[in-house]
């Protein structure tokens, strides 16, 4: 029986996946999710300690659905060449070694690129193939705060606070899977492959984005705004009687709609928030101002409210919240696939929809080396050479 796809767009593609932990699995699962055939290339049990936490765990369960697992112990020579025998036939591989440990193993890109020079090879670290940390072990919360973002994070004054996410990791392997895409167009006119590659201070540094603007291009370095929006006042978290709720009040139009709404005629008219500049100088103020207003109604009232008076406005949920909600349930982003024991889990879709070429969650995360024989025929060896592999103990 054929493995099934998640989707038709990159069926044409195969996937040899080096990769363990978070930010390469993030980026193959995008491959693996729009139907690349991804075979996830394991070490054999005893080899090493395993990396990536319990197969049976969420984690490792959300990151490496849709793919196929083989063992294999690129340590020995005969482990070492049937992996290159099956670069002959990939597309793609990625891997997320330190620069010096695959140099060492001598599947860097130099030396796969001989064997096929059509090969894109994608590479993540955590501060890059070169350079003075190139050999530091990566790690998402160091790249977090070596990237800058714990220091924009938090309440003023609170001191670095980690995002509540592993937000260099998922960075890092959703640009590293766009360049790998972009390489394989590229391809379609060059012929050739190349290399790509991305590290989590890279990836953190670039998800700054308008912060790290606001340096480069003003001189402004900025601090902690908590829940507010740093520059556009009044956008943050406030008090209604019985919760929370988020505003984004942005510009003069929608600062008009959402004081009209409020009922608030001494807040429009008060020249100490007139515009932008003075809003913010006076930001507590107002804020605390706001909140009065907000008191008299729940959430639920406000949001309804606020959103007809086409002022931003939605509720802060919980994770159980967040998939119960109405839209989201409409998304469709919460997928079911069948376990080995035949019963179902809910695993997170994709974030973009293809009309005509949907992602699927088609299959569930392979056991440990599943899908070896079968991958290692797919690639043309024999009956024979897949037992010599097994007597090596190179699978």
Not at 7 to 21: E, G, N, P
Not at 74 to 80: A, I, Q, R, T
Not at 147 to 172: E, K, W, Y
């Amino acid at each position: 029986m054929p493995f099934p796809r998640a989707s038709k767009a990159l069926a044409r593609f195969t996937v040899l996946d080096l990769t363990r932990v978070r930010s390469g699995p993030t980026c193959v699962r995008q491959l693996a999710d729009w139907g690349a055939n991804v075979i996830k290339i394991e070490t054999p049990p005893g080899v090493e300690e395993p990396m990536g936490g319990p197969r049976e765990g969420s984690d490792f369960q959300n990151l490496h659905r849709n793919k196929r697992s083989m063992t294999l112990n690129l340590k020995v020579p005969e482990g070492l060449a049937a992996f290159k025998r099956m670069v002959k036939k990939a597309d793609v591989v990625v891997e997320n070694f330190r620069p010096d440990v695959k140099k060492r193993l001598g599947i860097d890109y130099k030396t796969l690129s001989k064997i096929n020079p059509r090969i894109v090879y994608a590479s993540i670290s955590g501060f890059g193939q070169d350079g003075p940390y190139a050999n530091r072990p990566g790690f998402d919360q160091i790249a977090q705060g070596m990237g800058g973002l714990m220091s924009v994070t938090g309440l003023p004054g609170q001191g670095p606070v980690r995002v509540g996410i592993p937000i260099a990791d998922l960075s890092a392997g959703l640009l590293t899977a766009t360049g790998i895409l972009v390489a394989l167009l590229e391809r379609e006119k060059s012929k050739k492959g190349q290399q790509v590659a991305s590290s989590l201070l890279q990836a953190q540094i670039f998800m700054l984005d308008f912060q790290a603007a606001r340096y480069l291009v003003q001189g402004e370095v900025p601090g902690q705004a908590g829940n507010n929006h740093p520059t556009s006042i009044p956008t943050g978290v406030f008090k209604t009687k019985d919760g929370h709720i988020n505003i984004a009040s942005a510009g003069q139009t929608i600062w008009k709609r959402f004081c009209q709404a409020l009922g608030a005629k001494d807040l429009s008219d008060n020249p100490d928030y007139a515009d932008g500049p003075t809003r913010s100088k006076h930001r507590d103020e107002l804020n605390a101002a706001i909140n009065r207003y907000l008191a008299e109604r729940t959430s639920a009232e406000w949001v309804e409210i606020l959103n007809k008076a086409g002022v931003p406005c939605g509720p802060i949920y919980r994770v159980d919240e967040v998939f119960a909600d109405p839209q989201v349930q409409h998304l469709g982003i919460a997928q079911a696939v069948t376990k080995k024991d035949k019963s179902k889990m809910r695993l997170v879709g994709q974030g973009v929809t293809l009309s005509r070429t949907p992602s699927r969650l088609v299959a569930r995360p392979p056991q440990l080396g599943e899908h070896t024989d079968a991958v290692l025929k797919e690639f043309g060896f024999s009956a024979r050479d897949i037992k010599k592999l097994h007597e090596a103990k190179a699978v």
